[in-house]
């Protein structure tokens, strides 16, 4: 044993040949082959892995951006989430046309180019707008490429391209505005009718659309009182100018008004259409007249010439 450690330090080789050689006998060698082989097989495994959830990540809603109103899942509708977009277009109906941006983005996914994107067709849920209302949005506020979020509340009945959602603009870098309200507000909009079906169908069956209106019917108790819009009324001038001609409108709605009236009208109809039976009879009976009396002279006619035959049969038999 001494003589192989002097062997072994003096020749380091010779020692490690002899360690190999004993690891050898063991068992214990790495082939490379099946280094690399164990190595190829996890990177695939990762690649695959990878591939998969660029996959999930690209199919996925949360990441996907919507071209049509119909691509918006209903779940996206019921839950109420709110969706990114930049207003591409304002219709003069007052219809905005937002292009969609994905809820969730994800810098290294490679996104697809598209031309002509298609573009989402908004409305302004809960409000009737005016005309006032209708150039406001497509002109005073130049929202053409600003960016808004939006909240699907209902489909529109009837336009399958079209849906009715809560929209909020970005004015400034910390302002933001809701179109629903502004509209409302300022008088250019009101909320519809409960008589109207679709309306109240709403009412009752969409909640979000139920919170939805009873901010608006706040607003527009605010614009009644400012009496703007749809909700301007005259002033004291206007008002003292127009006492004359209310005056008149309630002596004309009067009953006893309507009572003269009446009989004035059904006495000049009677003068009227007596007048005109008059008439008619006078020229019925001129007709009459008129045939009797042709009537009579040919009757008179035919006497004499009956008269006249007569005399001259007479005539000749007295003479034989």
């Known amino acids: 044993m001494g003589e192989e450690a002097d062997a072994s330090a003096t020749h380091p080789q010779h020692g490690q040949t002899a360690i190999s050689n004993s690891n050898v006998a063991k068992g214990k060698l790495i082939d490379p082959v099946d280094r690399y082989t164990a190595l190829a097989v996890r990177g ?33 509708i019921r839950k109420e989430l709110e969706l990114k977009g930049k207003v591409r277009e304002v219709l003069p109906s007052g219809e905005l046309r937002v292009e969609h941006e994905p809820v969730m983005k994800v810098p290294f996914l490679p996104r697809r180019k598209n031309v002509n994107p298609g573009l989402l067709n908004l409305r302004l849920a809960g409000v009737e707008l005016s005309k006032s209302g209708q ?58 009718a409960p008589s109207e079906t679709k309306h109240l169908k709403a009412l009752q069956s969409v909640p979000a659309y139920s919170r939805l209106i009873q901010r608006l019917l706040m607003s527009e ?9 749809v909700w301007e009324r005259d002033t004291w001038v206007e008002s003292v ?39 008619q009879t006078y020229y019925l009976v001129l007709a009459i007249a008129a045939y009797v009396r042709n009537g009579y002279r040919r009757f008179a006619l035919g006497v004499d010439r009956v008269t006249d035959k007569y005399n001259k049969v007479r005539q000749r038999i007295g003479g034989k």
Request: glycine share 8%.
């Open 221 to 229: 108790k605010i614009a009644d009182r400012r009496g703007v819009g």
């Open 44 to 76: 695939t495994i990762v690649g695959v892995g990878l591939a998969g959830v660029v996959i999930f990540l690209r199919n996925s809603r949360l990441f996907h951006k919507f071209q049509h109103v119909s691509q918006i899942p209903k779940d996206f």
């Open 135 to 192: 150039q406001f949005l497509a002109k005073d506020l130049r929202l053409a490429n600003r960016p808004v979020t939006f909240t699907v509340i209902k489909t529109v009945e009837g336009s399958p391209d079209s849906v009715d959602a809560d929209v909020t603009v970005k004015r400034t870098a910390f302002g933001r505005t809701n179109l629903n309200l502004e509209v409302v507000r300022r008088g250019y909009a009101r909320v519809p």
């Open 241 to 279: 100018q127009s006492y004359p001609s209310q005056v008149s409108g309630i002596v004309r709605s009067a009953a006893i008004t309507k009572a003269v009236v009446l009989l004035y009208t059904v006495t000049k109809d009677v003068i009227l259409y007596g007048a005109k039976l008059t008439q």
